[in-house]
Structure formats: C-alpha cells, structure tokens
C-alpha cells in the first residue's frame, strides 16, 4: 500500500494505528533528518558570514578532471572562487598548470596534477594527490573526455573502445578509487558523530546520452551510460550522505562543439583525434533557431550547474540527471 492509501486508511479506521515500535522507528527517523537539516544549516550559515561573496564550499577539497580547458577549467575557477580547494587535472599539463596558478595568484588554493584519466594508476594518484595536499575529498567532478565521431556503419572497434573507455571506465575507476576518502571517511564519520559530512560526485554526461545523436553512436552510448553509473552510485552511496548526480549539456560553446577544420586535436594511441563540428558555424547557425533560448552556452553557465549541484542548496538532490541545453529537450 502506497503512502497515501495507507494515511487514508489510517485516518477512516481501516487500519491500526502503529505500535510503540513503529513510533520509536519514527522518532529515530525524525531526529535523523533533523540532524542532517541542521548540517546543512551551519554549513550555510558558516560559509555565508565568513564573506560576502558566500563561500558556500569552504572547507571542501574538490577534484575535477579535464581541468585545463573549457567547462572543466570554469567549473576549477569557480568551486575555488567559492572556497573549495581543488585539484585540477588534465592530459595538458601546461594548460592546467596555468589553471593551478591563476586560481593561486587570485587567493584561492589549488594544485595541478596531469595525467590521462584511462591510465590505470590515474585514479589512485589522483585521489592520493587531494588527500595529500588537502587532507582529504568531498567533491568528485568527471568531466573528462571527448569525441570520436563516424556514423555506426563505419565507427572502428578502436572508436568504439576509447568512448567508453574515457567516458565510461574511466570515471567509474576513478569513483572506485575514491571510496576511502569519500565512502569509507563518511562511514567512520557516521559511526562517530552519527551524521557525516556533505560529499557529492557529479558526472558529465550529455543529451547525446540522454536522447542518441545521429554520427556519434559510440560517443552516445557511452554517455547514456554515464546516467547509469550514476543512479548506481546514488543508490550504493546515498546512506552514508554521498550524493551523486549527472548533468546532461547541449551544446555549449568548447573546442569538442567549434569547428573541427582548423581546431584543436588529441593524441589518443599514437593516433591524432582531430576534435569539433565540420563546419561548426553552419551548424550553430542551424541548432540555435531550435534552442528557445537562441543561443549556444558558455562554459561558465555549464560550470555554474555544477557549482549549484555541488553546494549545501542541492543537499536533498540525488541520483537525477540534470539537462542543461538551453531548452532545446523538454
């Protein structure tokens, strides 16, 4: 019986009223939720009255891969603008060295780490390096990666692997690895002071995961199951106060949407990935008159999600996706 046949039911005489039992469940239930309320109380409270630029993630040492340029450079910009010390990772390693020292040099306290996130010791290292410098990790950002387009009749078995490989294996390793300083810390806090405190991981997907897209099935693919990996870890994780959710971009204005004649490019394999759109211009001109907004996005609206997913204000949200695409999918 749902929970609102069974009030009704209550209500009309139809069934007991619960026993000692259950209201000592209840009243358990009811101090818990209390206790995780006021947390997120002291931690706005805190964060609001230490400055008035409202440091909301004071305290909080977040690790974000891909960090050296486009959404993951923003979104290193502005957790550490609101307090969080952050570990910026990327495959560039003068890139996000330039990220580290900018946010340096504007007061906030940050470090590079470069590496490729499908390394097999990325993850530990990585992880290791925020509880080293930091003391420990309470934000989780995997944004890493980027695209190997060809339509499915012609997408290689090497295509096919590196999306998932980076999309998918990559942040799953790096949540595994994770689970010390993020599941395990949150299990002694609880065990300790019988509430633990806020940590969250956030997940990049994309509405190509969300919805498909015609001539990127294998990066399509591998984004929707970023979603699942997601709802997975929510669930697992949920208990010990670790939330973790995943935001689904349309197009937004990075060097994987601008345009691939002329642009930027990777080395995956010993292989050069040239990245972009062919003719990118044609086709912002094109997908702008079905977004209501008429625009692209920029990287700072893209890392503003996920600064608003990682604040003490999302404390009740876990295990959704979160589409931000200018209203071009409702």
Partial sequence: ????????????????????????????????????????????????????????????????????????????????????????????????????????????????????????????????????????????????????????????????????????????????????AMRDAAKAEMEQNGVAKPRCIINISSTSGTHGNAGQANYATAKAGVVGLTKAVAKEWGPFNVRCNAIAFGLIDTRLTRSKEGGESIMVGGKQVQLGIPSADTYWSAIKSQIPLRRVGSAEEAAGTIFMLASPYSSYITGQVLEVNGGSFM
């Fill in 1 to 180: 019986m749902d929970r609102p046949l069974k009030r009704l039911a209550v209500l009309s005489g139809q069934l007991a009223q619960p026993n000692t039992s259950e209201l000592l469940h209840r009243e358990e239930e009811r101090v818990d939720v209390e206790a995780h309320a006021a947390q997120v109380r002291i931690q706005l409270c805190t964060a609001t009255s230490k400055s008035t630029t409202n440091k909301l993630l004071e305290g909080q040492v977040a690790l974000i891969t891909g960090a050296g340029k486009g959404i993951g450079e923003a979104a290193a910009r502005l957790l550490a603008a609101h307090g969080a010390a952050v570990v910026c990772t990327d495959l560039d390693d003068t890139a996000v060295q330039l990220v580290a020292g900018a946010i340096q040099e504007l007061g906030g306290r940050a470090v590079a780490l470069a590496g490729d996130v499908t390394a097999p010791d990325f993850p530990e290292r990585a992880v290791a390096e925020a509880v080293r410098v930091f003391g420990g990790l309470h934000i989780l950002v995997n944004n890493a990666g980027y695209t190997w387009d060809g339509v499915i009749h012609k997408i290689t078995p090497e295509q096919w692997a590196a999306m998932l490989q980076v999309h998918c294996t990559a942040p799953f390793r790096l949540i595994q690895a994770a689970a010390p």
